[in-house]
């Protein structure tokens, strides 16, 4: 969607998560990874999401009857099972957070026993789910945020898109494997559809 700067597209994208969570995902309670090109919009964005009264945290709130929680990319660990299922989870990161050709020494996907529990339903047969490379539990999936959010098929938000047209950024949504990716920018690539 193609926004002047200055035009709302962080109220918009608020609005957005119920409305493509409901008529797209058909779901009560998304999971959305939310994109931004910088990690001082990520501060600005977290702020305003966080911010009882601010239009952006007014606008999920009464979307979703109080039922959300914004997390920055940083404390994924902080996501239960239970939460995906009882409210809208929306994860704020920068695109670079993700974009790696190798994902090697990355928070996001290294395995990390904490996520354990997001795992213990899933079938080791899934395809796309990155694995554990060696050691004892070498073949594994690995509890990772990057397979947690493949696992549940987020909506993706992306902030600034013309900055997220690279072949490996498409790459990036398909390790996430999004269920919707709907892109804000105030100028648009020329491939853009």
């Known amino acids: 969607l193609r926004l002047p700067t200055g035009g709302g597209k962080t109220l918009l994208s608020a609005h957005t998560v119920a409305i493509a ?3 797209y995902l058909e779901t009560e309670f998304p999971l959305v990874l939310w994109l931004v090109p910088t990690n001082t919009i990520r501060q600005q964005t977290l702020e305003t999401l966080k911010k009882p009264g601010h239009p952006n945290y007014e606008a999920l709130r009464e979307a ?6 914004v997390l920055d990319i940083e404390d994924f660990t902080q996501i239960r099972p239970q939460d995906l299922k009882s409210k809208a989870v929306i994860v704020l990161g920068t695109i670079q957070t993700l ?7 990355r928070k996001v996907y290294a395995h990390n026993e904490n996520l354990e529990p997001h795992f213990t339903k899933v079938s080791e047969n899934i395809a796309g789910l990155e694995r554990i490379e060696e050691g004892d539990n070498a073949g594994k999936i690995k509890y990772s945020f990057s397979n947690l959010l493949h696992v549940h098929r987020p909506l993706v938000l992306v902030d600034e898109a013309h900055n997220a047209s690279s072949d490996l950024s498409f790459e990036v949504l398909q390790r996430v494997n999004a269920a919707c990716v709907i892109e804000y920018t105030a100028t648009p690539a020329t491939t853009s559809n």
């Open 99 to 105: 974009r790696v050709t190798s994902t090697e020494g």
């Open 21 to 23: 969570g409901e008529t």
């Open 64 to 69: 979703f009857d109080g039922r959300f929680m």
